[in-house]
């Protein structure tokens, strides 16, 4: 899964959220009992004319049940993407919620995705 996230500004205390579909279940790539399918999650800014560092602007990540939350204290201004696996579990149609972003101490920053359709095929 991608999520792309655009920062108009720099923001601080930044929290966002990206629900996860039902039929899935994130994939955890540091635990040791977890099958290493692929990749690691991975963060990367979009904008190559501004080179960067952004391994560490997410401090902190959390991959629960029914979505992933990731936060930083600051993240500057531009575009990047944060990349993530999931699993497959149980074939069917399901909406997912709109991925959402605020800053955890001026609620009033706040912004929010677009919410889609994922399909599990049971091939």
Do not use: C
Request: net charge negative; proline share 9%; glycine share 8%.
């Amino acid at each position: 899964m991608t999520l792309t996230i655009i920062a108009p500004n720099d923001l601080y205390y930044v929290v966002v959220e990206d629900p996860i579909p039902a039929g899935v279940e994130a994939v955890d790539t540091s635990l040791l009992t977890t099958t290493q399918v692929g990749e690691r999650p991975t963060l990367s800014r979009t904008d190559p004319l501004r080179e960067g560092w952004g391994w560490w602007w997410f401090s902190h990540t959390e991959l629960r049940d029914e979505k992933v939350v990731l936060s930083a204290s600051w993240l500057p201004a531009g575009t990047y993407e944060y990349h993530y696996q999931v699993r497959a579990g149980l074939p069917g149609t399901y909406r997912v919620m709109p991925p959402t972003g605020y800053e955890f101490y001026f609620p009033e920053v706040y912004g929010r995705g677009a919410g889609s359709l994922f399909t599990v095929s049971p091939e």
